[in-house]
């Protein structure tokens, strides 16, 4: 006999099952799942492109690669190459003896800092002629360097004393610097004077070298240069108090600190073409001091492209991986047809069947 025997349900009493999520029936009560609700997002249900990635697929791909990276390499390569370039380090020409005598010359203030250097031009430089100054083995990205400067100071006229995070080039005399901080403190201040041997005079427009929203937006029209350089320790260049940091492109180019140690930045262009085989004398004022660390200063000419400068490196690895694919395309190829191997069936794959996998 069954000791339990069934009874009869009661319409009216609380079902045993609880309506989960996605449940149709509203009403019921909630169990306690961590059943996601249902969408077809939830269960990967949303059309998808799924490839079967077939030899002829994969050997396409491959040669479609080749086709498009090895003309833009051989493109990057001939525009580099048209781009003149002359690179002159004049750091240790300057400036001869030992280490030390170096450090003592370019420190001393009442030292003749002029310089004379002549440099050949090879092949015609059309305009515009771009002049940089390049360091080596100059850490702009040192944290602490990074760190020492106020954006506020240098974009509002009311936050001049706004100087906590310029330590410690935040005050001289009892009074804030204006701009504060070792990155204007080391203002690089090296000047350069070029002409042809000719005597022809080649003008270096300092006009729009810097990056128009730094301009606008990050060094204010009403900021003006104060109590700048006026401590015990003078780190570099020396500013105009009578032009607001705005117009003052020298100083708005060194403050967009480098990321490696050998940078390059804009001093001026040269709105005039240069004939290959002239001289072009060059006038230098070497007072900025890289002596102390091993530093190199370097005067670059260069002119530019639609590519930008002379970089080799971007059209070489357009072409290593052009030829890198080619070789994959012809290796699979060969093996496709020396050793083919069979395919398998697609409508078993798991996602190509019916719903329920029926």
């Not at 009869?8 to 609700?37: E, Q, Y």
């Not at 190459?81 to 003896?97: F, K, S, T």
């Not at 005399?173 to 005597?199: E, Q, R």
Request: glycine letters at 6%; hydrophobic letters at 30%.
């Amino acid at each position: 006999m069954n000791s339990n025997p069934a009874t009869p349900m009661n319409p009216h009493a609380p079902s045993s099952s609880f309506g989960g999520a996605g449940s149709p029936d509203s009403n019921a009560p909630r169990r306690n799942s961590k059943r996601p609700k249902y969408s077809r997002f939830t269960q990967q249900e949303l059309p998808a492109c799924k490839p079967i990635l077939t030899p002829k697929w994969v050997i396409s791909a491959f040669m479609l690669v080749t086709i498009v990276f090895i003309p833009i390499g051989v493109a990057s390569l001939l525009a580099s190459r048209d781009v003149v370039e002359i690179i002159d380090r004049y750091d240790n020409a300057c400036l001869q003896g030992t280490k030390s005598q170096k450090v003592q010359s370019i420190q001393d203030p009442t030292r003749n800092k002029t310089c004379v250097r002549r440099l050949t031009v090879t092949k015609r430089m059309k305009q515009p002629i771009y002049v940089y100054y390049q360091l080596d083995n100059y850490y702009q990205n040192h944290r602490r360097y990074v760190k020492s400067r106020s954006d506020q100071q240098l974009r509002n006229r009311g936050d001049e004393n706004e100087t906590s995070t310029c330590k410690p080039e935040h005050e001289a005399n009892g009074m804030s610097i204006v701009p504060c901080g070792l990155v204007a403190w080391s203002l690089f201040n090296d000047t350069y004077s070029l002409s042809t041997g000719n005597n022809r005079t080649l003008t270096i427009n300092k006009r729009d070298i810097s990056w128009k929203s730094d301009r606008d937006e990050k060094f204010g029209s009403d900021v003006f240069p104060k109590n700048f350089q006026n401590g015990s320790l003078i780190g570099g260049g020396s500013l105009n108090e009578s032009i607001p940091l705005n117009e003052q492109e020298d100083l708005i180019v060194w403050m967009r600190t480098a990321a490696l140690p050998t940078f390059r930045k804009l001093y001026g262009k040269i709105e005039q073409d240069i004939e290959a085989g002239e001289t072009i004398n060059v006038v230098l004022e070497n007072r900025y001091n890289t002596y102390s660390f091993s530093g190199k200063k370097k005067l670059v000419l260069s002119t530019s492209s639609w590519l930008g400068g002379k970089n080799n490196f971007i059209g070489i690895a357009y072409l290593a991986v052009g030829g890198l694919c080619f070789l994959l395309a012809t290796t699979f190829t060969v093996i496709y047809f020396v050793k083919p191997r069979h395919l398998g069936d697609p409508s078993y794959l798991s996602w190509n069947r019916n719903p329920g996998g029926h």
